[in-house]
C-alpha cells in the first residue's frame, strides 16, 4: 500500500494548502469592500424615440417605461428633436417592404429585434444585492402584487414590450403560466410586514433560482400620501417549460431526455430519459424518470422521486430536503433514501481472472441543522451565524463481492453519526454575462468554516472521523470574484490518519470588459482542483471527471491517488442575437496531472486539451446551453483520436460551493 510521505517530494503538498490559506486569510483584510448605492431611474420613451446605454443604441417603437441602474450611463434623443438618419431610414424601408407579404413580415419581426441591447444590460461591475432596497428599511407594506410576464416578448426591464410576431404570440397563448399561489408560496414577506433590505434581496434570489423562472425582480414603490407605506411588486418571468435534450456519442449511442420543469404551471417536474444504440436491435431504453415537487405546501421544501437504471446499476429513490435558504433560516434539513442493484466485477488476484457479483443495498441519510445569528465581528461582517447540525448514514448490504478487512470498503456495511459546527458568513452581489447569457445571476461572496467530527462502525472497523472546511469568496474591484476552498477529512486509528483526502478547489473569474472598437464583451475563467489520498486502499483510485479533469476526455486507465487540474477559459459575449439565441464564442486549454501520492504531483505525466467553441443560448428556454466545441489531445493516449468534435447540452453553472447542508464527508473521487 502507498502512503503519503510527509517529507522531500511532497513538501508541495504543505504549500499548495498553506498558500491557499494565506490566500483565504489574507483576503479577508480587504474583501469586504463597500460600494456605491445602487438606485433604479424610471425613464418614459416615446415611440421615435432612441437610447444610449453605454456603447448599446436601440430605437423605441412603442411608448415605454425602462428601469435602468443609476450606475449606468445614458442618453436620450427624443423623436421630436433627433433628425432621420440613414440606419434608421434604412431599417424604416426594410420593414415597409417586409411587411408587404405575410411570410417576410414573420420573418423580418423574428429576426430583427432593434431593442434587444436595452433588455440585456451587461454590468461590467456587480453590486450588492440589498442596495436598491436600503432607502425603503422599516417601512410598512401596504400591498404585495404580483406580475407575471410573458415568457416571449416582454422583459424584466422593459415590461413595456410585448409579443409581436405570430411564433411569439402562439408561444405565449399555449404556454402554462406559473399559477399566483405557487409565486405566493415563495415569497418571504406579506401585506403589513416591515421591509428588510436583506429579505427583499434573499427573496429576489430565491425567485430566480427556482427552475421555471428566468428572472425576477422585485420593485418597492413609495405611497405618495403617506411615506411609511409602501407597495411591492413581484415582476416573474417563466421559461418556456417543454424542452429537450439530445446527446450523442460517436455515431454508436444516443441519449435523449424530454422534460417539462412547471407541470401545468403547479412549478412541478417531470423528465423522461432514453438511451439507444444505433448497432444493437431492440436497444432503445428507458434510461431515467424523475418527479420533483418545489416547496412543498409553502415549506420550502423539495421532494423528488426519481426511478434510474444506467450504467450497470439500477436506482429507486425518494428525496426531501430544506436547505438553509437565507441567512435568517433557522432550520435546515434532509432525508435521502434509495434502493439499489447492480453487477460488480472484481479481479481476482490469485488467478487473474474476473468476476462478477450482484449487488444489492438499501441506502439512508438523515441530516438536520440549527442557525443563530450572531453579531458580526471584523472578519466575519456580513450576516454571521453559528449552525449546529448532525447527520446519520446507514447503508446495509444485501448481496455485495467477499469482502475483507483491506477490501474495499464501499461493499462495507456502514452505520455513521456525524456532528458538526459552522461559522457561516454570506451575502451576495448581482450580475450578468458570467455563466449565462444576459439574466441575473447571484454570485455568493463571504466565509465559511465547518468542523465534522463523527463515529463509523462498519463490518471492520470502529472509528472516529474528523473533517474540517474552510471557504472564502470575494469580488476584487480591480480583479474580479475569487472563490477558493480547503477540505481535508479522514479516519483517525491510534492518532493516525487513515482513508484520508485532501481536497483543495479555486475558481476565478475577471470583471467583463470590452475595447472602444466593438460591442463584444469578454470574460475569463480560471479554475484549479487539487486532490491527494492519505492511507487510502489499494483497490481505491481517483480519476479525471468533467468537471476535475479535461473536459470532453474519458479513459478509466487513467487512474491514481494524486491529482491537480487547471482549466483556462476566455469567452466573447457577442451582441449577436437571432430569434432570442444569444452567442458567445470560447477557447479553452485543460491541463491535468495524475499519478502516485509518493511523488511530486508535477512530476507525474501531464496531460492536455485545447479546444474552441461556440455556445448558443435562449433564456426564454428551458433548454440547456447549446455547445459546438472542438478538442485538440495531443497525447492521444487517453483518447481514441487527437481531436474531437462534440455536439451537446451543457448545464447552466450555479454557485453552490458556499453553502452549507450540514456536516460532510470529504470523498475520495
Known amino acids: 500500500m502507498q502512503q503519503l510521505r510527509f517529507q522531500g517530494k511532497t513538501l508541495f503538498v504543505k504549500f499548495m494548502f498553506f498558500s491557499l490559506f494565506f490566500v483565504i486569510v489574507s483576503s479577508l483584510a480587504f474583501a469586504q469592500q463597500k460600494l456605491p448605492k445602487i438606485q433604479y431611474d424610471t425613464v418614459k420613451l416615446k415611440a421615435g424615440d432612441l437610447i444610449v446605454i453605454g456603447n448599446r443604441t436601440a430605437f423605441i417603437r412603442f411608448d415605454t417605461v425602462i428601469f435602468i441602474p443609476d450606475t449606468s450611463f445614458y442618453k436620450i434623443k427624443r423623436a421630436e428633436n433627433r433628425p432621420v438618419n440613414r440606419q434608421d431610414s434604412f431599417y424604416a424601408s426594410l420593414r415597409k417592404k417586409a411587411y408587404q407579404t405575410r411570410v417576410s413580415k414573420e420573418l423580418y419581426d423574428l429576426v430583427f429585434v432593434s431593442s434587444a441591447s436595452v433588455h440585456l444590460p451587461d454590468t461590467t461591475n456587480a453590486f450588492r444585492s440589498e442596495y436598491p432596497f436600503l432607502e425603503f428599511s422599516g417601512k410598512t407594506i401596504r400591498s404585495v402584487l404580483i406580475r407575471k410576464l410573458d415568457v416571449f416578448g416582454e422583459f424584466i426591464a422593459d415590461t413595456g414590450f410585448v409579443a409581436r410576431s405570430s411564433l411569439e404570440k402562439f408561444g405565449n397563448n399555449i404556454h402554462i403560466k406559473t399559477k399566483d399561489y405557487v409565486i405566493r408560496n415563495n415569497l418571504l414577506f406579506k401585506a403589513n410586514d416591515t421591509i428588510n433590505p436583506y429579505t427583499i434581496a434573499d427573496n429576489e434570489r430565491l425567485l430566480r433560482q427556482l427552475p421555471f423562472i428566468e428572472d425576477a425582480k422585485i420593485f418597492v414603490l413609495p405611497n405618495l400620501k403617506d411615506t411609511s407605506l409602501v407597495d411591492v411588486m413581484v415582476v416573474t418571468k417563466d421559461v418556456w417549460s417543454l424542452a429537450f435534450d439530445a446527446k450523442f456519442f460517436g455515431i454508436e449511442r444516443s441519449k435523449m431526455s424530454i422534460y417539462d420543469v412547471n407541470l401545468f404551471g403547479q412549478g412541478q417536474y417531470l423528465r423522461h430519459t432514453f ?5 444493437k436491435k431492440n436497444s432503445f431504453l428507458y434510461e431515467e424518470g424523475l418527479y420533483r415537487v418545489e416547496n412543498i405546501l409553502g415549506s420550502f421544501i423539495t421532494g423528488y422521486l426519481r426511478y434510474s437504471d444506467k450504467d450497470n446499476k439500477k436506482q429507486y429513490s425518494v428525496d426531501l430536503s430544506r436547505t438553509f435558504l437565507t441567512p435568517a433560516t433557522k432550520y435546515a434539513g434532509g432525508m435521502d433514501f434509495s434502493k439499489n442493484e447492480l453487477t460488480k466485477s472484481v479481479l481476482m488476484s490469485n488467478k487473474g481472472d474476473t468476476a462478477y457479483y450482484k449487488v444489492r443495498y ?20 456580513n450576516r454571521l451565524r453559528l449552525v449546529i447540525a448532525a447527520r446519520y448514514i446507514n447503508k446495509r448490504y444485501f448481496k455485495r463481492p467477499p469482502v475483507y478487512a483491506s477490501s474495499d470498503e464501499n461493499y462495507y456495511n456502514r452505520n455513521m453519526i456525524l456532528g458538526s459546527l459552522a461559522l457561516i458568513s454570506q451575502d451576495f452581489y448581482t450580475g450578468n454575462l458570467i455563466y449565462n447569457f444576459g439574466r441575473t445571476e447571484d454570485i455568493p461572496y463571504g466565509n465559511l468554516f465547518a468542523v465534522s467530527v463523527g463515529r463509523n462502525i462498519d463490518d471492520y472497523n470502529k472509528q472516529l472521523y474528523a473533517g474540517f472546511k474552510l471557504g472564502k469568496a470575494f469580488f476584487d474591484d480591480a480583479s474580479g470574484y475569487y472563490n477558493a476552498t480547503a477540505n481535508i477529512g479522514g479516519y483517525l486509528n491510534n492518532t493516525a490518519l487513515n482513508n484520508g483526502v485532501l481536497k483543495l478547489d479555486m475558481d476565478y473569474f475577471t470583471n467583463l470588459y470590452s475595447s472602444d472598437f466593438t460591442r463584444i464583451k469578454f470574460r475569463h475563467f480560471a479554475t484549479i482542483n487539487y486532490m491527494i489520498g492519505i492511507k487510502q486502499p489499494e483497490d481505491a ?8 479533469g479535461i473536459r470532453g476526455f474519458s479513459k478509466d486507465s487513467l487512474q491514481g491517488k494524486h491529482r491537480l487540474s487547471v482549466n483556462l477559459e476566455s469567452v466573447a459575449f457577442t451582441p449577436l442575437e437571432v430569434v432570442g439565441f444569444h452567442f458567445s464564442v470560447f477557447g479553452f486549454m485543460d491541463m491535468g ?10 512530476s507525474q505525466p501531464m496531460y492536455t486539451g485545447l479546444g474552441c467553441g461556440i455556445r448558443i443560448r435562449n433564456e426564454n428556454l428551458i433548454f440547456k446551453t447549446f455547445q459546438i466545441r472542438f478538442a485538440w489531445y495531443p497525447k492521444a493516449a487517453y483518447s481514441s483520436s487527437h481531436s474531437v468534435l462534440l455536439i451537446s447540452g451543457e448545464e447552466s453553472y450555479r454557485f453552490d460551493n458556499m453553502n452549507y447542508t450540514g456536516p460532510e464527508i470529504v470523498k475520495f473521487e
Open 275 to 279: 438511451n439507444n444504440n444505433f448497432r
Open 362 to 381: 438499501d441506502s439512508l441519510d438523515i441530516w438536520a441543522g440549527r442557525a443563530f445569528v450572531l453579531k458580526s465581528g471584523d472578519i466575519f461582517k
Open 541 to 548: 483510485y481517483i480519476r479525471f471527471t468533467g468537471l476535475d
Open 593 to 602: 496531472w495524475i499519478g502516485t501520492n509518493s511523488k511530486f504531483i508535477l
